[in-house]
């Protein structure tokens, strides 16, 4: 039980420190929409990027984020196809001189990657390990 409780305040900590950067306006970029409802359901606010549902090129779609700040956060899918997609965007990101911040999909690909394939998975995955451990609600 002592694991899935510590599991359960690791992607909590991870997810405060997210929901800092993207309070201070730093963009996300996921791929779609039940991607965004997902993570604002979480408590998150900010400017959320679904791709998938844009029907752009990365490289439109990369100018336009770039006229909002020097750093993006890519928080794709924890599948094959989601880490290719956060490959692309972090190239075509870098190639226009801003940051692509994959910290955050690392590290929640770490953690959750066996249990949830996707981002909109993660509110179902913290409802069931506070359910299990017993846990009040997610520190945030």
Do not use: C
């Amino acid at each position: 039980m002592g694991s899935l409780r510590d599991l359960l305040e690791e992607i909590s900590s991870v997810l405060a420190k997210l929901s800092e950067e993207v309070a201070s306006g730093v963009p996300v970029v996921v791929e779609g929409k039940s991607d965004v409802e997902a993570l604002r359901s979480l408590g998150l606010e900010g400017q959320f990027i679904a791709v998938k549902s844009r029907r752009e090129a990365i490289s439109d779609m990369a100018l336009e984020v770039a006229e909002v700040g020097r750093e993006v956060i890519i928080l794709t899918d924890f599948d094959d196809a989601g880490r290719e997609l956060a490959h692309r965007w972090a190239v075509e990101l870098e190639s226009l001189g801003l940051k692509a911040n994959l910290t955050y999909w690392r590290h929640l690909k770490g953690l959750v990657g066996s249990f949830a394939k996707d981002i909109e998975g993660l509110p179902s995955l913290i409802e069931t390990l506070m359910r299990k451990t017993g846990s009040g609600s997610v520190k945030r």
